[in-house]
């Protein structure tokens, strides 16, 4: 396979592709939150009307993880109770001690999470209007759905220790510029998988990745791979997994699904509202398997519609999702969605 002369020098161009720019005036630096982006021209995707997208998709996480660490601890409680009270009838403690601590975990994740997400929603919301977030109008409708005892649950797998830290993928990642932010924004975030199926949108990533220094250096790594096949071939190896695409995210969808743990979280955006608001039925049937009407409420149907076609894929595979957070905003929506397995009947 690839070496030789020829092989070499490949290489040797990439790593320099990777170099960060010999000439800075090339570049300008762009901040977003805590990431900065190098922006030559119009190489690399970013669109700053999304900052709400990425800024909102930071709350949730972050409620996601100290929601997860709070279970973990109220579950080890739990179980040293459950320890005392039988403690006649065990061993020694320094033998007890030695028991395996690898447990399900029995969460009720989101609890008051949504209200939490809610709150944010309200605040990004207030601050756009007041022109931090980009000026941009919003409507953004928050529907705060569905909270479950389930969410979480699969996600911790030693109870009594820090949850491990998360794994994420973003398989659409464009200038790396949301993995960069999940990764130092994100307490717990432990890496981010950042996809692009486009070169010169993964030459972008990696120098960005080096401009944000050691942290984002140790947790963000790009990739280029096609988004569709690096899920397939990772089943239930993320705690979260976000799909920001162009327009419809509907071919990405089965094997997102696949590729979340149980109790991880999926992501997704779809741009293409006028598909999704009723312009044209048979292509959002084709798309989401959904027949849209012409009505008022039309992004809130977007976001029904775009739930129950992820749910349709997560039922193929005997799971099933919950919805934590679903918004529409702009010219998009945004949904938040746990992943679980589908409960075996008794
Ligand atoms: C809307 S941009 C992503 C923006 C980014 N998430 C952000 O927040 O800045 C969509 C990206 O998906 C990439 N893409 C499209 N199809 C893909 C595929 N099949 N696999 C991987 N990346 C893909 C495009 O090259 C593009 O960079």
Redesign the pocket.
Known sequence: MGGGRNGKQQQKSNNAKNELPSDPSQYTILKEGQADILMHGND????KT?VV??DLSIAVLRTFVAKRKEENAAMWAKKQDQKTSTSSAQPPPELAACESSEMDASISAFDGEANEAATDVDKVQSEKENGENGGAQADVAGQVAGVSDEVAKPVIKKVGEEPRPLRVL??????G??ALRYAREVEQVGTVVA????KV?VEACKRNIKLNGSVASSKVEAQL????VYMLTHEKEFDVVDL???GSPSVFLDSAVQSVVDGGLLLCTATDMAVLCGNNGEVCYSKYGSYPTRAKYCHEMALRILLACIESHANRYKRYIVPVLSVSVDFYIRVFVGKCNKKQPA
């Open positions: 690399v995707f970013y669109n999304q997208n990425r973003e398989a659409l990642a464009a200038s510029l949301r996809l692009d199926n486009d949108a791979a096609d988004a569709r920001d695409p162009y």
